[in-house]
């Protein structure tokens, strides 16, 4: 990277901007302008899905990019839906919503540690998890079954488990999104969604799990691209010193690292750009910027550019580089420190997904039964991870179709004389799968209904599951529960 190369009086400075980012990167091994960044000082790299290869291939390529300096290493790692280490297969863990619906913190606590103890494994130092959101609104088209549950009580108390869990893995924890996520109806990867609370309302519900988190010594707290007018007024928190210095900073007395949401996200670059989005960013108090998966090498160097120029026309001051580059060198400090040896994980996921699927109805008795999955389309936040039946039902016939290309007529026809079972995600968010789940019943009563997101939309008086994710070890306990 050219920039890390400036003048001899600019390294320093260089290397403060170059010591905010979070870059990433395609494919399984780190190229040639990611290790001379690291050794330059970039402060780390997020890592997604398509990085992953299996966990040993994952070992080796953090294994080299420790080799090129101190960087941390994160990925979104939540159990359910949003998983990076199985992003090819699906989470052996299920996710925020079923150990919310079980409420044990201490089946939390083990089920997030034995997700730490997986990703210190493979070399991964920082887990951005876990979701601290309290999801009020129904319709919240990216948190959803990412979310403990809609109780701020009930939040705080399984991400205080969550935290622990991690952190006694030594992989650090990242609280998000901070302030709050949960009462919004916009996805902040494609607009700046509203949060229409009042301080009042924002401390009672919103902020409880945050500050029960920092209370449990979170090493890290994730910023969100939600727009709070009583709070923010018409910035988004990332961006705004009110959410970010004087409430999350003073008010709750955090001292931790503070990690911004990806910033390629059109929350943000629409409006302030990229490089734009990364200084106000930090000038509003934001330690590591996570740049998400766009950003290219050239684009780095604009940033950082962007960075070193705004320390010198005031825009930001240098003493707040050397802030967040004093509180990342705490966090390495704290990655380095000895740690229990790793428990194995004695099949917990399995073993939380079997307490938190539910019935309602009659108990099925299926023969020769056809499941037909109405597919949903992937969230950004979740990508294109497999989920549904299929490796689970031995003796069962599996199809899957588009809602609003299924033929009800076909469908009865084919299940004539057998079984039908007709899987939904997230039903109460699709009208299309509404309807084919009603036309369907209208003519066979007998269907019987999995929801493999929330429970919102129930048919009544049908054999319905609730697995509350749609992770692999979901899917594996509904398929107990039916019993094919």
Known sequence: MSDFTAGPGDQGLYRLAAGTLLVAFQGTTAPEWVLRGLESGLGGVTLFGFNVDGHDRLRELNAGLRAAGDPVISLDEEGGDVTRLAYHVGSPYPGNAALGTVDDVELTRDVYRAIGDDLARCGVNLDMAPDADVNTADDNPVIGTRAFGSDSALVARHTVAAVQGLQSAGVAACVKHFPGHGATRQDSHLEVPLVDASLELLHERELAPFRAAIEAGTKSVMTAHVRVPALTGELPATLSAAALTHLLRGELGYDGVVISDALDMKAITDAYGLAGGAVRSLAAGTDLLCLGPIPTESDIQK????????????RLPVARLEESAERVARLRSWFGEPRGAAPGDGGIGLAAARRAVSLTGPAPRLVDPLLVELDTPPTIAVGDVPWGFSPWLSRAEV?????????????????????????????????????????????????TVVEMGLPIWRPEGVAHLATYGAARANAQAAAELLGV
């Open 303 to 314: 940033i950082i550019s962007e960075i070193v120029a705004a320390t010198r026309d005031g």
């Open 399 to 447: 199809v899957r179709v588009k809602p609003e290309e299924a033929d009800v007529p076909g469908i009865l026809e084919h299940a004539a004389g057998r079984s039908l079972v007709v899987v939904v995600k997230d039903a109460h968010r699709y009208e299309t799968s509404r309807s084919v789940v009603t036309a369907l019943l209208a003519a066979r009563p007998d269907v």
